[in-house]
């Protein structure tokens, strides 16, 4: 075997880290699913996880039959075409075969899709959500993708910096988000007529908190694997790893300390938020700052989100499980943070206010597509009764929930 | 260490590779015991999850004590023999130690015997199962794997593809699992002297839910470790992970779609096993189709698999969490659908019915080793006083319920 | 490519093998939280996983701020200190950066606090269990890998053999589980002034076995992992990952067979600790041992915890989840066997009694460590009211349940 290349070889090592990497991101949908599953109620537990398997095989077959070739085809700098995976050279200078980059790209755009059916939990019919979840995979969450890594995307153009996805996942996932909440409207009795706010708790915390170890797992196959091939990056890996934990921890600590200074108690739910923010926030920077950066980074992170999810609450905006401030409100704040506090290019550390300006303009373009995502939520609404799939201000449980006698789940 | 030589090298990346991925597999163990825990009914939960735990530990000193050798020692075609592991070469060309090799091969073994524990769950008692289990994993799937991956095998001498076992390791589960159903005869209470069937929904979806998303996960490790090996087959497991991602999500559109029209509403229940019925049909062909054929594989096996269920449960045989559907039936017909549809020897692309004649024939006689079973339960059964095993017709959750008060698990 | 050095293809490899050893042992701590957890009542199920949360982020901050520099800076032998990560050479000889190094490190750090979590699990508050986390990861733990890790640690100068950490890991947390378990007293109820004993079951045995499976599927990274690196050990790593595997079934069945014996049933809750006994038993010598002593250290382990479960509860020492025998008592033998089984230095292998020596020589003076957290904790509860932490004699549950109403976590 004395034979073998030093390229085939780098091959073999480059297929390995990406191949399990995806496989770990892969199995975040298994967080997602019980997360939301575990904080909305308990009739309409199986619903979003039914919704979560609509986002991995229909957008997954959505993603494989269009969403990639407008991601990573050939593009003109906003949009590309192409069907299927092309076996023509995507221009990233990769070892792995386009077949595996599809994989991995694959679990981005599932996680971008599953933030939304959180925010959208308990009141949306599934046909109408499986409508979205195709278009979504199919084109809009594709077309970030291109953007921000598609070679000739004019955000990669301009240096824009989004590792492994604050923006083009988490913004673009956390903004559709907000549009499809907004659109359908609050679940009955969440906000009353005279303004008083009726806390709808999550039913099983324990489940929730399956998920969301699932999710922080998850997360050291997202970061890490983003950097696509494991040789020449022994130092990048290491630094990536070690910025995505710090953030993580420092986002569940500053919502302990916040939390109980706010309210004299631990608010465990806004905990494992708390750690979910911070790891959204590191996602487009773990690549560029240091380990302290990305401590301050959290911290940061796991007071905002107890703070949006409270305004958000405020603005009579119905969010079962905070997906919006999590990952809409903490990917704007961790893409712009890289132009703070990258060790090169950042305004902290003598680097200008360029890139600053170039991450803030990406995700602003990005996060203002919930415009369209409202938008095209309005039609469907507006045409209820031929797709049956949007029921503006009334709870789907009513509707949807689980047949017990017969063990067949209701659309 | 510049006088590491490209061999060490290859070692190492192969290592990583099975290593993990042998991991991932190990994992699925936990989806089988969730997924079969919420199909069931509460009482019956931990006796399940005890079964299943005996499927892996005692499963798994069978197969290294006896098991091992039977697979992969020195075969004259049909069988072999050895104790624990060889150290000698076993002629398959691998990088890895046998050690290591003996890890991944565990996977598989406990993954056919967890297929049977689903279908026989409710009603068998414990000591009686660990005998099944013995035998089955230290002779029954042993011989399996001898015929089928055993350089020596007589299927692997006629080109049986078999890639990561939709007949050695599902088919072969699947259609012990079908012997266990029919000898110990159905839940008290299920079929009705009048002929109605009265359905048993399981206790937790959410917890079967867990268990779905944990075994799709280890699938990854299940069909992209099948090379064995990362060096050189850069290409191909790109090529297996999108094939068994695609089938999987085509599996779970198909059922939403056949179960919404055949009554009216999506059954998640269905959804879930429409997810794994696809996972088996690619299983034994990711390796040598087309990522278009995958699709339609996957469509066919959702449907396959709902029409298998409500037959199954026609004539009679209870089968609680639909493994004979998902395993038996879809193993048989992944298994001669890559006669069918192989890029190269596949009937639908020229490649005549040669293939397509190899797999039917080798499938065929794996399947038709449950009246082996079958007679082996008759026997156990007989003998019910000295061993206590087989309870027939009756449930095994009257006797062997947890006892509360003590958080003792009564055999 | 070709320009590619062997060098950078060995750091690669090594890279990719400890990132995704580490991924799989911090998802570990998901697998602690819901042991935990479903092993006591439900009232305390979250204020349990909060805890692991805590163990995870602020002991990951200590560990990172302080704890790391003490157990690997440059040592006189008996402790170090640096901040932060160092960048200078660690004198470990390996592939790996300082960064992905911290990284696997964390993980073994965030195992043993994690193992006193379920031994206080019930009865003490989040403030003082948060001093006490950050003490021990910032300190305490870390003294005991500067012994027996850092190379020039007095005990690993002495030869003594803990590959992946019985006694550093799993004796040091179970000892210290063992301080906290006698200084905050029993929960109320369990052990009535006539003497007899009040089992407490769990609340949740499903939810604890997935918990215990995936622990079981995480000692996969942690064990085989612990050689830091893939290149060179291709042999090694399959002999660990099978001699882990072995143990822990053996562990399993010789429970299922005691507990059979014993009291006429097999304990379910016993079998998983029996698993997790014959894992916790390995962890030293699994890079020394064969298969067969494996498998009989495994035997000796499931009896092992079953026996110490009972005697500790009979010295009114009460351990909800029995992490003191299932770490403290197995960690302390698995660290002795090494120096009987060992292959090539075991006493039982001709040779001689000095590895036996240094083992136990090694783990008595890191067990016998549980008196200096016998001080602390004393010291804790004398000044209870300042810092509201440790409420001896008492149920936490009492004062820091949900708060149902209002989804927050009282502490």
Not at 98 to 111: E, P, R, S, T, V
Not at 272 to 297: E, K
Request: charged share 10%; glycine share 14%.
């Amino acid at each position: 075997m004395e034979e073998l290349t030093n390229l085939e070889l780098a091959r073999g090592i480059d297929t390995v880290w990406v191949a399990l990497c995806a496989a770990l991101i892969f199995q975040m949908e298994g967080g997602f699913a019980l997360l939301e599953a575990g904080f909305i109620r308990a009739k309409n537990a199986m619903s979003i996880i039914a919704k979560v398997i609509i986002d991995v095989a229909l957008g997954g077959l959505a993603f494989y039959a269009i969403g990639f070739g407008v991601a990573y085809g050939a593009s003109n700098g906003w949009f590309a075409f192409d069907y299927g995976i092309s076996t023509g050279d995507l221009g990233l200078g990769l070892n792995i075969s386009n077949y595996l980059f599809w994989f991995i790209q694959l679990g981005f755009a599932m996680a971008a899709i599953s933030i939304v059916s959180g925010a959208v939990a308990e009141r949306m019919r599934l046909w109408g959500y499986a409508i979205f979840v195709f278009i979504f995979c199919a084109v809009m969450y594709p077309l970030a993708a291109n953007w921000v890594w598609n070679p000739n995307g004019w955000l990669a153009g301009m240096g824009f910096n989004d590792f492994a996805g604050s923006a083009a996942v988490h913004a673009m996932g956390g903004f559709a988000a907000l549009a499809g909440a907004i659109v359908l409207g609050p679940r009955r009795g969440k906000y009353q007529a005279d303004g008083t706010i009726t806390p709808i708790p999550g039913h099983n915390l324990p489940l929730a908190s399956v998920g969301a170890f699932m999710l922080w797992f998850g997360w050291f196959g997202f970061n890490p694997g983003s950097t696509l091939g494991a040789v020449g990056n022994w130092e990048l890996i290491g630094q990536v790893a070690v910025n995505t934990f710090l953030a993580s921890a420092a986002g569940g600590v500053s919502t302990m300390l916040y939390t109980y200074y706010r309210y004299g108690q631990i608010d465990i739910t806004m905990v494992i938020n708390g750690v979910l923010a911070g790891l959204v926030a590191i996602t487009a920077g773990c690549n560029v700052v240091g380990p302290g950066s990305a401590i301050i980074m959290g911290l940061i992170a796991g007071v905002l989100v107890d703070v949006a999810v409270v305004v958000i609450d405020r603005m009579k905006i119905d969010d079962p499980v905070g997906a919006i401030a999590v990952h809409g409100i903490n990917g704007l704040f961790g893409t712009i943070a890289v132009g703070l506090f990258a060790s090169e290019s950042g305004l902290f550390f003598g680097g200008g206010s360029a890139q600053l300006g170039v991450q803030t303009l990406g995700v602003v373009v990005i996060a203002i597509f919930f415009i369209r995502n409202y938008l095209f939520g309005l039609y469907l609404i507006k045409d209820d009764r031929r797709c049956a799939s949007f029921t503006r201000g009334r709870e789907c449980g009513d509707r949807c929930s689980i047949s017990r006698n017969r063990g067949l789940f209701h659309i």
